[in-house]
């Protein structure tokens, strides 16, 4: 009726309806050409490795029809990216690959962008949150489509949250940290005996410490490289996040909740030693393979408590097409297929258990009970270009030892980490 307002539900729920028939009708009318079977009656015989497991991929790539021929080669994670890039030198490599988020900048010379025949930026840009521009498409060229779009999150266990009685997971981090006094057990002699969150240590004992502290400084406004990728610039303005976060690992500090010489920061979740984590969707499978009674809950990452704006953090994989493969834009044909046809992104994302990417199915994950959190941060989510994102890693950790060590003081251990990160920029 006249005046009467929509519920924003339901204009979600009308907003990704629209979306799947627009889809639709872009690749009926060619508006994406990749995405149109113009393979005929001939065969495409491509290879594509990855890190998902076998059954995963083969499951999508087994509705593609008679005329593909895909052969999929898993790989452990660990050792995923020095295989591949053994094979990509010597011509061993596959035409399909599997591309981390955070990847592109170490390494798009090895990479065929898709071309604006088969995907425009616009239709790009409609069908994936920010985030993925960002990432794969940083310079106007697209290196690499999405399979799913994970975020950082508030891992907890509520039966501790409970008895300690915290009733809501934490907000904000001013709310953070006072859950976190309640939370957390010290003896008569200030020894931890149980933690109230898994932050403030190193990457040695916190998994995802740098993703975490980048969070962190995102969230503070913080410039992390310059426009044109010639240098760090996160030591002006994210000297807070340094010492916001270290502060939790100091024993002197009211908040004090952890140490460097505590178990993992998921498998202190996983145990019951810690209150909270930070984790992904990828994370949780893990955790409760560990303690499946683990009265598990997921929240969304907390905010600073002045943002105007929610920025939340990601890390994901995508499809790639190797500078090496035989048939570019049959290949490129393959990954738009999997990745930007609603039907095949949602058999991924459910048989991987793993949100999903595409704007027009994000509306539908939110409410889901297990990766509605991690769906819902996708549209806010974010990250930064590193030239090598293992050893921007190892610089965050030492950064963090530096300070708790005593060793420097936040703002000298940042700025030294900014050089580092710097210089690495440099050499690529």
């Not at 591949?84 to 591309?99: H, K, N, Q, T």
């Not at 809501?168 to 709310?175: D, F, L, S």
């Not at 010290?186 to 969150?197: E, F, H, N, T």
């Amino acid at each position: 009726m006249k005046g009467m307002a929509i519920p924003k539900s339901r204009l979600i729920i009308m907003g990704a309806a629209a979306f799947v028939v627009l889809l639709g009708l872009l690749v009926f009318f060619g508006v994406i050409p990749g995405l149109r079977d113009n393979s005929g009656n001939r065969t495409i015989t491509l290879s594509v490795w990855g890190v998902a497991p076998e059954e995963t991929i083969n499951r999508i790539t087994g509705t593609l029809g008679k005329n593909y021929q895909i052969t999929y080669r898993p790989f452990a994670p660990a050792r995923y990216e020095t295989e591949l890039l053994d094979a990509l030198a010597s011509g061993r490599g596959p035409d399909v690959f599997m591309i981390h988020s955070s990847w592109l900048p170490k390494h798009f010379n090895k990479l065929i962008p898709v071309s604006e025949e088969q995907l425009s930026l616009k239709a790009f840009k409609a069908l994936y949150p920010t985030v993925v521009a960002q990432d794969f498409a940083p310079d106007g060229f697209i290196y690499a489509l999405p399979l799913s779009l994970d975020t950082l999150a508030l891992l907890y266990n509520r039966d501790m949250f409970d008895s300690a009685g915290v009733a809501t997971p934490p907000k904000n981090w001013k709310e953070f940290e006072e859950a976190v006094k309640k939370l957390r057990r010290l003896d008569a002699s200030g020894r931890l005996v149980r933690a109230g969150a898994a932050i403030g240590g190193s990457g040695k004992s916190i998994i995802h410490e740098a993703d975490l502290l980048s969070a962190l400084m995102l969230q503070g406004g913080t410039p992390m490289v310059a426009p044109d990728f010639s240098r760090a610039t996160f030591a002006a303005q994210g000297g807070d996040a340094l010492t916001f976060y270290t502060k939790f690992a100091n024993p002197v500090s009211d908040v004090y909740t952890w140490n460097d010489n505590s178990r993992d920061s998921l498998e202190s979740l996983a145990n019951e030693f810690a209150a909270m984590a930070f984790g992904y969707a990828a994370d949780l499978p893990g955790i409760r393979e560990k303690n499946p009674s683990l009265p598990l809950e997921v929240a969304p990452l907390p905010q600073p408590v002045a943002s105007e704006t929610s920025v939340g953090y990601a890390s994901y994989w995508g499809l790639a097409v190797s500078n090496r493969a035989r048939a570019p834009a049959d290949a490129w044909g393959l990954i738009l297929t999997l990745t930007a046809i609603p039907a095949n992104a949602r058999l991924y994302s459910e048989t991987a258990g793993l949100p999903p990417a595409l704007r027009s199915l994000i509306a539908e994950k939110t409410k889901d009970p297990v990766l509605g959190v991690f769906t819902e941060q996708t549209l806010i989510a974010r990250s930064w270009p590193q030239a090598d994102p293992a050893k921007v890693a190892e610089i965050f950790s030492n950064m963090v030892e530096d300070v708790l060590a005593g060793r420097a003081i936040p703002a000298v251990a940042i700025r030294g980490a900014e050089e580092a990160v710097t210089a690495l920029m440099k050499k690529r």
